[in-house]
């Protein structure tokens, strides 16, 4: 079963970055196409967001590749679907002016996601070795709720800039038509998305806490890994020259 779900999930990558490849040429085409037109600024800015996220779906492998951060599959896997959902479908689908929540599953996504960052952080803090850092699960827990909802934070300022100087209206603080809403009604979407952060940050700090009460064995499978130790052929390589000298 577990070797059944991991070939599904390889394939639901494996379909998601050919869609942004596919994507990637046809906005590439229009762009030459509507030279000249009052579309070319349309598909630049379609082109642009497909190819970010093209980037940003390369980026768990490049990240394994140049450094010693390995992303287990399950969280490369809810990243890929993630990006598939905000890119793909909310951005350039326009998802997120038809289809009611989608923001707010997105919201959820990332939150959940930046916490089990935390819990990641803390857990190989711990085992690097650092002595003064003994952290309980309440404070391993506190941590990873505070970096989830802060990193929620940024990006409501981000959505602010991006109104403010961009003219987007990301906060939703106006209508589809243009029309700008008044007190709260304005508010609803900024407040609505750091309330869907902080709920989902939340709900994984206390799995995480239940997970390191218990073993925490179940939580491994998640936990992002920060390598300490050099691989074999960089020791084998630090070996030859210390030789050599």
Not at 1 to 26: C, D, Q
Not at 93 to 106: L, P
Not at 136 to 157: Q, R
Not at 213 to 240: H, V
Request: proline share 2%.
């Amino acid at each position: 079963m577990r070797e059944t779900l991991k070939k599904f999930s390889y394939a639901v990558v494996l379909l998601i970055f050919a869609s942004f490849i596919l994507l990637t040429g046809y906005e590439f085409v229009r762009l030459i196409q509507t030279m000249g037109t009052a579309e070319q600024a349309d598909h630049f800015l379609r082109l642009v967001q497909v190819g970010f996220g093209l980037i940003a779906l390369l980026f768990p492998s490049l990240l394994e590749k140049h450094t010693r951060i390995l992303l287990p599959q399950r969280i490369s896997f809810i990243y890929a679907v993630f990006l598939f959902m905000a890119l793909l479908l909310g951005s350039l689908g326009g998802f997120y002016d038809t289809v009611a929540e989608w923001d707010t599953v997105q919201h959820a996504l990332s939150s959940a996601l930046f916490a089990v960052l935390g819990f990641s952080v803390v857990a190989n803090l711990q085992e690097g070795g650092i002595e003064r850092l003994n952290l309980t699960p309440v404070l391993s827990s506190l941590f990873s709720f505070c970096l989830a909802t802060t990193i929620g934070v940024l990006w409501e300022f981000y959505e602010f800039f991006a109104d403010s100087v961009l003219g987007q209206n990301t906060q939703r603080t106006a209508t589809v038509e243009g029309v700008p809403l008044i007190g709260q009604a304005a508010l609803m979407d900024t407040m609505g998305d750091l309330i869907v952060n902080c709920s989902a940050a939340a709900i994984v700090a206390i799995l995480g806490y239940f997970a390191l009460k218990s073993s925490g064995n179940w939580m491994e499978a998640y936990l992002i890994t920060f390598e300490t130790e050099p691989k074999n052929n960089e020791m084998d390589k630090l070996k030859r020259k210390r030789g050599k000298k």
